[in-house]
């Protein structure tokens, strides 16, 4: 256990303040960029914020997750979603700065809050584990879609690495389905989406 802690603890750094590495080619990267406005650039630079930070807190929600999960299957299923939101990390990180935008200054705090919740739901039993992934996947595909409705249409390049995450996301949910993943009460579902709104508004200016 100890030294699945230090390992954690590694990863939480790694994750919060190095830059991520990516095995797959940045979406849109050999498209050009597009004359945008700085009023449209801000924009693009801040949901691309959001984004980035959604990934950590999948990072944590995962780690968590796995960490607490007495199931080998589940915990390489975990680990192999994981793998996809670290390059989901590099991509936003790399779109932040061409668009001349920052991370947000609360990462560490989202980190901690999200790998309290993966470990509290691992608790529950793998069905619930499951659900919970299935359901945080689903939620962040319909984030991933309000972006590209707000997204300059111009901006193909944040725009495909945005319709790459989103369709990752849904294989995330169908591969925790598959699994076995037990639907959450309506209750549930309601309090992440809260904590999902307050998450995405306040990231979107810190």
Excluded at 37 to 50: D, F, G, T, W
Excluded at 72 to 91: D, M, N, S, V
């Amino acid at each position: 256990m100890l030294d699945h802690l230090i390992i954690g603890f590694d990863k939480a750094l790694r994750t919060v303040f190095a830059n991520a590495q990516t095995v797959r080619p940045v979406p849109g990267d050999s498209l050009p960029e597009a004359e945008l406005s700085e009023e449209e650039r801000r924009l693009a630079a801040s949901l691309m914020r959001v984004n980035h930070c959604g990934e950590i807190c999948a990072q944590a929600l995962y780690q968590g997750q796995a960490l607490m999960s007495k199931d080998e299957g589940i915990k390489r299923a975990l680990e192999g979603a994981a793998q996809e939101e670290t390059e989901h990390l590099a991509w936003t990180e790399r779109r932040i700065a061409e668009l001349g935008g920052r991370k947000s200054l609360l990462n560490p705090l989202w980190y901690g809050g999200s790998l309290a919740i993966g470990m509290l739901a691992a608790r529950f039993g793998d069905g619930i584990n499951l659900g919970f992934l299935a359901e945080t996947e689903r939620q962040v595909e319909a984030h991933l879609k309000s972006h590209l409705d707000r997204l300059p249409e111009q901006d193909v390049r944040s725009r495909e690495i945005v319709e790459q995450m989103k369709t990752d996301e849904v294989a995330h949910a169908e591969t925790a389905e598959r699994l076995g993943a037990v639907d959450l009460p309506a209750s549930v579902k309601t309090a992440m989406k809260a904590s999902s709104k307050l998450m995405t508004r306040v990231a979107y200016w810190v």
